[in-house]
């Protein structure tokens, strides 16, 4: 069997998105102005994200199981290490219940409804098409993903309230990103599949005019902000300039590559945010 390459192992191990949430989390917290919450709040972040996502790999290595010409090294690795993957998933969620009971219990009620969108993300796992693009299942991660990373370091602000959480802007906006970033995932995989240059072709352009749209919308937002927001909205500006990118040059990149850059373009505009907010 070929030798994997360094930069693929976080991507097989799920590392890669615990670490673009405690990224944005700590990102959000200086946007808003959160000066004290408990560190162990990054822990529960990272490992809730990673069972979410390693039992979404584990599930969709089954479905491309039987499909030798979807399956990818992220679908090879998880059928693999099925058995070692559960157990992890295991002590990962009871980690969470210890963490969770050394937080206040309002938290528990403040991000409740997130819930609800990985509910529902899951039921259509088990209804999607493997072929096709679930735009609505990608919505739906995206929202997930957004809220299920702001909400803790939300209910730490001040003047937090639910109402102000679910239209928050900062939310709002980084789930455009989320939503763009795991459709963009799907759509050059769909273009790979499809033996039509034309359809390909058509995916490219679509993913493009959306994350244009999303840099002109953050562009927007960064002029109308205050100076603490201000480097947020420039943040997602930078990831969808580099997913736009990647979107671009897509042919030349293999899938695995392409997928990597994906996340890496989520955590790119971390220096220059740092320095914004120094």
């Known amino acids: 069997m070929e030798r994997r390459p360094l930069w693929l192992w976080p991507n097989l191990l799920s590392l890669d998105a615990p670490l673009v949430a405690v990224v944005w989390l700590w990102m959000l917290a200086k946007s808003w102005r959160v000066v004290s919450f408990p560190s162990s709040l990054y822990w529960l972040v990272a490992a809730m994200v990673w069972i979410i996502y390693v039992v979404d790999r584990l599930l969709d290595s089954q479905v491309a199981g039987g499909s030798p010409e979807n399956q990818s090294e992220r679908h090879f690795f998880h059928a693999r290490f099925r058995v070692g993957l559960w157990i992890g998933v295991i002590l990962a969620a009871i980690s969470c219940l210890v ?19 990985v509910v529902f993300y899951f039921l259509l796992v088990f209804l999607q098409d493997e072929q096709g693009v679930s735009y609505l299942k990608n919505v739906l991660a995206g929202l997930a993903f957004a809220y299920g990373t702001a909400v803790g370091v939300h209910f730490y602000r001040p003047d937090s309230n639910l109402l102000l959480f679910l239209f928050s802007r900062e939310v709002l906006v980084f789930g455009v990103l989320c939503i763009l970033n795991i459709t963009a995932i799907d759509l050059w995989a769909a273009g790979r599949r499809s033996k039509d240059a034309e359809v390909a072709r058509s995916f490219e352009l679509l993913l493009s005019l959306l994350l244009l749209l999303l840099f002109l919308g953050a562009f927007f937002m960064a002029g109308k902000s205050d100076e603490f927001a201000k480097p947020f909205f420039i943040s997602v500006m930078i990831a969808a300039g580099s997913l736009y990118a990647i979107n671009k040059i897509g042919s030349r990149l293999s899938a695995e590559a392409q997928r990597v850059l994906a996340d890496v373009a989520m955590v790119l505009p971390l220096p220059v945010f740092y320095v914004s907010t120094m």
């Open 99 to 117: 963490l969770l009971a050394s937080l206040p219990t309002g938290l528990w009620t403040h991000g409740a409804f997130v819930l609800v969108f």
